[in-house]
Nanobody, 123 residues
Framework: HVQLVESGGGSVQAGESLRLSCAASGNTLYVYPMAWFRHVSGKECEGVAF???????AVADSVKGRFTISQDNAENTLYLQMNRLKPEDTAMYYC??????????????????WGQGTQVTVS
């Protein structure tokens, strides 16, 4: 298993940017898929972006062109750069690791380990 701790959330105005970080310990990040999810109370969890074990990335259509996922293997940290934020991006953001998979995914059930989340509020 891997322990994940998110940071970087906050309250911003529409159009501004935030960068979320997810620090991992207990295992190295780059050997298995990682992803960012977001959740709004009363709604289903939404997969936002993933990076697979070979470095390929993908983002959800709802954030395409605005959000970028990346990872720093030396720092064992996953990032989500969020630009041109909109009020509908308001959510709790979680990073997750799919340590039993090889291929990237935006399906919540595919992920084994989760962080505690960081809140992003856009007004």
């Amino acid at each position: 298993h891997v322990q994940l701790v998110e940071s970087g959330g906050g309250s911003v105005q529409a159009g501004e940017s935030l960068r979320l970080s997810c620090a991992a310990s207990g295992n190295t990040l780059y050997v298995y898929p990682m992803a960012w999810f977001r959740h709004v109370s009363g709604k289903e969890c939404e997969g936002v972006a993933f990076v697979d074990g070979t470095g390929n990335t993908a983002v959800a259509d709802s954030v395409k062109g605005r959000f970028t996922i990346s990872q720093d293997n030396a720092e064992n940290t996953l990032y989500l750069q969020m630009n041109r934020l909109k009020p509908e991006d308001t959510a709790m953001y979680y990073c997750a690791a799919a340590i039993s998979r090889r291929c990237g995914s935006l399906v919540e059930a595919d992920f084994d380990d989760w962080g505690q989340g960081t809140q992003v509020t856009v007004s």
